[in-house]
């Protein structure tokens, strides 16, 4: 059994994706079924996860900054 779904991708991306499946003669709903078992097995582009370094610094606020008033934050911010 199979489930509708509807998906929104870019225009040039849906184009190609038609040629592509034409040429190879097969439907855009085999050539979408593919790629998501091929990712889901692992296959994709990015076979691990990308590693995040992450940065600190010390810092903070500056004095008289109130981040519960926008305006004032945006307006104490602008004047520094």
Do not use: N, S
């Not at 489930?3 to 040039?12: C, F, G, L, N, Q």
């Not at 691990?48 to 004032?72: E, F, Q």
């Amino acid at each position: 059994m199979a489930t509708k779904t509807t998906i929104e991708i870019a225009d040039e991306l849906f184009v190609a994706a038609k040629r592509h499946a034409a040429g190879h003669r097969t439907t855009l709903r085999t050539l979408v079924e593919r790629g998501l078992r091929a990712e889901l097995r692992g296959a994709g582009p990015r076979k691990t996860p990308a590693k995040i370094r992450w940065v600190t610094v010390d810092g903070g606020l500056p004095k008289g900054i109130d981040v519960a008033d926008r305006a004032a934050m945006i307006d104490g911010l602008q004047r520094r």
